[in-house]
């Protein structure tokens, strides 16, 4: 939640601030601000709204060359100007900028009112604010000084920013938690939640670690750990286009990425499928394949879409590898004492790799020994850099707040997983290896004309379902969370209610929905259990139902039932829901579209969760 950009150099960094807080409106978009400096003060804008809300507010001649800037998500305190970021302190000494919770902001606060200090937000960050203001005049420290002071009394995640109006030519970071990366220019520095704001000026980047502090000016860097050891910054560079961050002639982020996941599916398997000698080439994989000779179980946590990714895994580990699997939402995960054994792998997926609840629920899995296995998008994500091994899905940028080609690349990477394991457990003949991987090399093409003959249907379909008040969405099998992702991808992008089943549940309770008015979307596209599926859709028509059945081409049997079909090609049955998920996206996206939401940024989402 929240994005933090900042400038330091010799430019003027409103301009650069601005462009970079619009960049990170995915992370939340309720209200923004900047601070600058200006003859020894500290110039505060914020507004509650979009950026361009504030863009509107801060005139063409202001000039900053130190500026720091947040787009917030409302965790403590509504939506509000006041509640906007940068907050200043009382005695107007010190400002901040601040993504992630102060957990015991309460006592700090308390501490602070009896030594006289006012507050005018509702937020945990002003607290933090003052408290950073108050060791500092107390203690008669250096800024950077009073921020790690302050930081040793604070419980919670962070990363912040801090100005100070007695000096102007540094700024102060922190992390814990939460993100911070620092872009590294020529005699200028840049700081960000995620690289994108800076990438179009440097590919330089180095990414805070927990517990560490870092002062920047122009030209000099210089990052502490809290217990004060002087820490060697490493450089990374940066491999993202700045192409692959923009909108590409699409209308929005969301189809941009509906319509990137055949190449993303490409990308994500390039190179880790050797055809001639059956091998699957995952660098993670390879290096704990003693721990998954000897493994007796997976367990896979995550959150939302990813979590369904997880759910699509263990049907796929366990139907080919044929070892068990549990899928648990991280939230829970971490906090009802699981029993977690020496031997466990635990898989995290996760699009951003910031998922505080995700993060939590692998902690707790490595103080239990368990092995850390990361399926992360995002390169330098703290997921990535906390987990022992893994695999990045080679997705690109994800944007749009609700997750899309993540989720197929998430599905593609969990493919290649249940093959190496299969192999490895001896549990796959030759044929059968050899049929999947092909289907999963030539995927992409199936992908490619699903979105090209299904858009135009199913544009036409959710115009006509774009009133309803509720969905129903039915699979079996590896159907089921696909129908689960269609259901959610539904509820956030157009705030329709609508709920995924596996489809024989239906008839012991969400039967009773089914009227004239009630669109179920079905999802009928695998042999293995058609006819039972079929007997599902019997059932909706008796109940005069409407239903939107996807099916595989040249289906001749739920096609005369259904008011409405969509066909997609035939593939794999594990590879079934690197198809299904896509006429599903496409409705979502279309009917959002016609209610007139805004699909990249729906309401109360944000694209990363950095708080519980
Ligand atoms: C839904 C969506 C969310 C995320 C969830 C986990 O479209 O995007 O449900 O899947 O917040 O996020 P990551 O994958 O970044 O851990």
């Not at 309720?30 to 003060?41: E, F, L, P, Q, V």
């Not at 939460?178 to 939640?193: D, F």
């Not at 549990?427 to 299904?454: R, V």
């Amino acid at each position: 939640m929240c994005g933090i950009v900042g400038y330091i150099g010799e430019k003027n960094g409103i301009p650069i601030v601005i462009e970079g807080l619009k960049r990170l409106e995915y992370r939340g978009y309720d209200s923004s601000g900047i601070c600058y400096h200006k003859s020894g003060t500290l110039r505060i804008k914020k507004k509650k709204g979009k950026v361009s809300d504030l863009e509107a507010l801060i005139s063409k001649n202001s000039f900053g060359n130190i500026v720091m800037g947040h787009t917030r998500w409302a965790t403590h305190g509504k939506p509000s100007d006041k509640n906007a970021h940068p907050h200043i302190s009382m005695n107007k000494k010190i400002s901040i900028v601040h993504n992630g919770i102060i957990e015991n902001y309460d006592s700090i606060k308390e501490g602070l009112i009896q030594r006289g200090y006012k507050f005018k937000s509702e937020t945990d960050t002003e607290v933090l604010v003052n408290l950073i203001e108050y060791v500092q005049i107390d203690l008669k420290v250096s800024l950077i000084e009073a921020v790690q002071q302050a930081l040793t009394q604070v419980i919670g995640a962070y990363s912040i920013a801090v100005m100070s109006s007695n000096d102007s030519s540094n700024l102060v970071l922190a992390k814990k938690g939460s993100p911070l990366v620092i872009g590294v220019g020529q005699e200028e520095h840049y700081i960000a939640s995620d690289p994108s704001p800076f990438l179009k000026y440097t590919k330089k980047a180095i990414y805070l670690d927990d517990d560490e502090v870092a002062e920047i000016s122009k030209n000099k860097l210089s990052i502490l750990t809290f217990d004060k050891k002087i820490k060697s910054p490493t450089i990374n560079k940066l491999t993202m286009e700045l192409e692959e961050i923009e909108k590409g002639g699409f209308e929005t982020f969301m189809l941009k990425e509906i319509y990137e996941q055949p190449k993303s599916i490409v990308d994500t398997l390039r190179g880790r499928i050797i055809k001639k000698s059956q091998i699957i080439k995952l660098r993670g994989f390879n290096e704990s394949v003693d721990t998954f000779k000897r493994a007796k179980r997976i367990v896979i946590v995550a959150c939302g879409t990813s979590w369904i990714a997880g759910l699509v895994a263990e049907y796929i580990i366990e139907g080919l590898a044929k070892l068990p699997v549990e899928v648990e939402y991280a939230s829970e995960f971490r906090y009802r004492n699981p029993i977690i054994y020496k031997n466990d792998i635990v898989i995290a997926f996760s699009q951003s790799g910031e998922t505080a609840d995700t993060i939590s629920a692998l902690k707790l899995a490595k103080e239990n020994g368990a092995l850390l296995y990361g399926i992360c998008n995002v390169v330098g994500s703290s997921i990535s850099r906390l987990v022992n091994v893994g695999t990045f899905t080679h997705a690109g940028p994800e944007i749009g707040v609700a997750s899309t080609k993540a989720f197929t690349a998430q599905v593609s990477v969990s493919i290649l997983i249940a093959l190496a394991i299969a192999k490895l457990r001896k549990q796959i003949s030759k044929n059968d290896f050899k049929e999947i991987t092909d289907a999963l090399l030539s995927i992409h093409e199936k992908m490619q004309y699903t979105l090209s003959n299904c858009n135009n249907k199913i544009k036409q379909i959710a115009r006509k379902y774009k009133n309803s008040r509720n969905a129903l969405y039915l699979g079996r099998g590896l159907s089921f969370p696909v129908a689960l992702e269609g259901a959610l991808k539904l509820k956030e992008i157009s705030y329709i209610h609508a709920e995924g089943y596996p489809a024989a549940e239906m008839k012991h309770g969400p039967i009773a929905l089914i009227d004239e008015n009630m669109p179920t979307i079905i999802i009928a596209t695998n042999k293995r259990n058609y006819e039972k599926i079929f007997s599902n859709a019997q059932e909706i028509k008796a109940r005069n139902g409407k239903l939107i059945a996807i099916v595989s081409q040249g289906d001749n049997q739920i096609s005369k039932i259904a008011d409405h079909v969509i066909e997609v090609p035939k593939t794999n049955y594990y590879l079934s829901p690197l198809i299904n998920t896509i006429p599903l996206q496409l409705f979502s996206y279309y009917i959002a579209s016609f209610r007139g939401c805004n699909v990249d940024q729906p309401r109360n989402l944000a694209k990363s969760v950095t708080v519980e």
